[in-house]
């Protein structure tokens, strides 16, 4: 999921929790669909009983970091935009709670 076209800062309420819940499941959908994958891969390529050979290579390795690395990368930066939108939410929450108080 990318940043909406409009600011955060100009979105309805509901365009808010719109957003967030999309956000919510590309975060669900990734973890499954990419990062326990590949995270399970480099655990494969890492632990020292290995069913294809007893010793990886150094590029296998590196090879499966990168692909962890790439998916972590994913999940920090849903998990950024998740967080903004939540903020945003409360932000205007708060708002709204001190309007009613006056």
């Given at each position: ?66 692909k962890f690395s790439e ?29 009613q108080r006056i």
């Amino acid at each position: 999921m990318h940043r909406p076209a409009k600011p955060i800062s100009r979105m309805t309420l509901q365009e808010l929790l719109t957003q967030a819940q999309k956000c919510t499941r590309d975060l669900a959908e990734h973890f499954h669909a990419s990062f326990f994958n590949t995270l399970a891969d480099y655990q494969e390529d890492t632990r020292t009983s290995r069913n294809k050979s007893r010793y990886p290579t150094v590029q296998a390795v590196k090879n499966s970091l990168d692909k962890f690395s790439e998916a972590a990368e994913e999940t920090i930066l849903l998990s950024d935009l998740l967080i903004d939108f939540l903020q945003e939410t409360l932000r205007r929450a708060k708002l709204e709670v001190e309007r009613q108080r006056i």
